[in-house]
DNA sequence: CTGAAAGCGCTTACAG
DNA sequence: CTGAAAGCGCTTACAG
């Protein structure tokens, strides 16, 4: 331990000269190659333990033509800041940090905001990673279409898309959101708002499974209940407290997000009126915090951690220049307490 | 737009080819150097734009001995995952991204759990790195001083400590704890339980003002009120639990994080008790969510975002050869309704 | 203002 | 099983 030598890092070259052999034979035993005789590399392995030598990655990259970097790219649409916050990008995070781990890959978290991915083609991020994930779509499909026309594979979390040239790993957008719905309907609510930017392709989908499961019970559909909230606290008490003013009747509400439910519920109470009691929540993607909320909150789970999983494996295939087939996730309904449906019932 | 060529993207030397001038000159150009004309650097620039073509990064990395990457290392004691999803992180990761983006570097997320932070030393991300940052000492102060040795420069986020060789960031822990004490005392509580494991440095400086607060008043420190809850849900719950079933008699809690505290109110409340009216609970980060939560969360505010800048900008320094003076933040406390004061008073 | 040339530190066919 | 050698694509003194 304390007696490493504290030399500058040498060179491949320098050890060689120490082990007397040629560099080549250094480089064939730090990268195990079993063309080495076992003496030979043991003796150079505790060579370059002994002076503390490490590989120059960067020559090794450069040479190498790789990195080992991905790089992860959050789309969202307003500031940064608060969309990272939300649980469901973290768990995304983790559950791809922990996959690409597993494959000896680093991780390069690009920094979100941007008007036009296009410019990410051309910064260093992306000339440095092995390949890209991104998370959502936002309203740049067509320019993710023109980026994986380039030489760096990725793969993308969000809404199957016509003329989509890219990978695409995503959720069960309308069964979730007919599941929410039918809940609810079966619940015995009538007036049920929908939270939520439909003109994003996720939010899009789930309205539609909302006015799939509207259709079925023969509830009219109330344009005034769908509201095009960010996924954003401040955003969310703003137009909901709008709605709750503008005294249209509404008993439930299915949210874009358990984070957005949240918020919801918050105002909501703020307002005087009770939840699951005076309105009814259902929230989507089942972070974490879901069950310790309170009232606790019913919600269309994404595993998301396998998400991440998915994603991760679909551009390690990428990578090995397999074709890749989409996936698409299924959702699951987490009925617990803030939907107002009897308690026991498929609780977690 | 559509005319782009979709070449293979060109090396510099074809791209001089092009052009009919040297290697050099392209290089001179695209860096911008002043010692081109700009009519040849204009034409340059656009034979680039036109082929498509992008300087080799890894390449570049290499030739210049640095890749534009700072590492962030989270320190975490236990699983990760968990760790990970407190907002307390993120927000500093935040912090630490855009002041990064500003500084035109990239961010590479290192994997978390480790058991040893000497083995990052070997590891690829560290060596691509021309920098790294450590979120939280945990306990292993003693290692990132043998890291502090090394070329790369390191800061780290944490407390101050004996024989401390690395540049330091962190909260001023001591009066953080005590002024979340001293408002309970004021408050009128006289049996205080702390929330947190005083074996992590920061812990232990808080404690040490929370004890500091109980003297000042004269109150007696009931060492039976000290819990040692690590920074996770699941153990709070637990230990909260059982603090609860012990019939220790307590009316208060200063909390680790806002997170220890969100948890320990569920907990308080599920065993029938109130926040505050049975139990003041003062939280530590404050947190985004610390002013949705119900009730809204008295806190110490660390101002984590800033904190992230400061980060950056001392390591900056470091790969600038400049000494770096550790840094030291203050503590806010912010009072809202968890703590049980009057209301009104300093509420955010 | 531009070019010729050296060299960053590594890996890997190619010989032997 | 090992060595000699080429070459990855760039930047930057050094000349001119």
Redesign the pocket.
């Known amino acids: 331990m304390k007696q490493k030598k504290i030399t500058a ?8 000269d120490i ?13 195990d ?9 043991a003796r150079i392995l505790a060579l370059a333990e002994k002076h503390n ?8 990259n ?4 790789r990195s080992g970097v991905v790089c992860v790219v959050f789309m969202l649409d307003i500031k940064s800041e608060q969309h990272m916050s939300d649980p469901f990008f973290l768990e995304m995070l983790g559950g791809i940090a922990d996959c690409l781990a597993e494959h000896d890959l680093d991780l390069l978290l690009a920094h979100a905001p941007m008007t036009d991915v296009l410019e990410l083609q051309d910064s260093r991020v992306f000339q440095n990673s092995d390949g890209v994930i991104f998370i959502g779509q936002g309203k740049q499909h067509d320019r993710l279409n023109v980026i994986a026309k380039s030489d760096t594979p990725i793969v993308v979390w969000g809404a199957p898309m016509p003329g989509q040239r890219y990978c695409r790993v995503g959720g069960d957008n309308v069964t979730g959101g007919y599941l929410a719905t039918r809940h609810l309907l079966e619940v015995g609510r009538r007036h049920i708002a929908f939270f939520g930017d439909v003109s994003l392709p996720e939010i899009a989908l789930r309205f539609s499974g909302y006015k799939k499961a509207l259709r079925e019970q023969g509830v009219k559909l109330d344009r005034r209940l769908q509201i095009d909230i960010p996924f954003e606290m401040q955003h969310a008490r703003e137009s909901i407290d709008e709605l709750l003013n503008s005294r249209t009747k509404f008993d439930a509400a299915v949210c874009g997000s358990d984070v957005m439910a949240l918020s919801a519920i918050a105002t909501i109470n703020e307002s005087g009126l009770r939840v699951p009691d005076d309105i009814a929540i259902v929230g989507y993607d089942d972070i974490g915090l879901a069950r310790y909320a309170s009232p606790t909150l019913t919600t269309v789970r994404q595993n998301i951690r396998w998400a991440g999983r998915v994603l991760v494996e679909s551009l390690l295939s990428l990578l090995n220049s397999q074709v890749v087939a989409d996936t698409t996730l299924s959702s699951e309904l987490i009925v617990r307490q803030s939907s107002g449906a009897q308690p026991g019932k498929n609780s977690t």
Chains 1, 2 share one sequence.
């Open positions: 890092p040498t060179t491949m070259q320098e050890l060689a082990a007397g052999v040629s560099r080549g034979t250094v480089s064939r035993a730090l990268s190659s079993p063309r080495v005789k076992e003496k030979t590399k030598y490490r590989v120059n990655q960067k020559a090794r450069f040479r190498l033509r």
